[in-house]
């Protein structure tokens, strides 16, 4: 399955843009929806993933829309690797009490870890209570795409994906080795993280490959 990361302003468009995908990352942080926009963007009845980085919200109006995305129908929440147990806890436990299956992501936009050391971040994202692990890193050399997908060996629901150009190749075959869903860029102009295929260009490779 592919996850169209939508970051659109516009709540008409956005809506536009979720009925023509699978499923759907709704960039809460980068859309600046209202409350009552929130609502109507999450209770389409599609799979979605209520995301609200840190930086530009404040952190208690950050919580306040992700659990009306929740309350609303979002079929996944993201919450940061960094971010405090005080946060996490409080939203996991508002996500689980509404059907909501929680992603717990790490991201380093600099460089890999080894191998080691992203097994342990893995295992620590469900010790915290994910559901399910996200893990997105820069990939500098090809090698980084071998420990990526490495990850997959492993029991439990996971998404692993490389950034950054050389890590476009971990985003197609990541479905074929045990990803829940791979992530994509509604077109090539509104990537949310460096290495984004775009949707209609993802879906050609997978098929693409399926029929090998």
Known sequence: ????????????RCIESLDKVEMAEIR???????????????SRRKKTIATCRPGKIKQEDRVEMIKIAIAAG????????????????????????????????????????????LEEIVRDCYAQGADLAKIATHVNVNR????ILSLYKAPGRLVAIGMGDLGRISRI???????????????????TAPGQISYD????????????
Do not use: W
Request: hydrophobic share 40%.
């Open 28 to 42: 809460i942080d980068l859309a600046e929806f209202s409350n009552d926009e929130i609502r109507q963007v999450f």
């Open 1 to 12: 399955m592919i996850c169209a990361s939508i970051a659109e302003k516009d709540v008409a």
């Open 74 to 117: 979002a079929t996944y929440v993201d919450l940061e690797y960094e971010a405090t147990p005080e946060y996490k806890n409080d939203l996991i436990d508002y996500a689980h009490k509404h059907q909501c299956d929680v992603i717990i992501s790490y991201h380093n936009y600099d460089r890999t870890p080894e191998l080691d050391e």
């Open 201 to 212: 260009k993802l879906n050609q490779f997978i098929m693409e490959i399926q029929q090998i």
């Open 144 to 147: 980084d795409n071998s420990k």
């Open 173 to 191: 075959v990541a479905p074929f080795l045990g990803a829940e869903f791979t992530y994509a860029s509604l077109n090539e102009e509104e990537a």
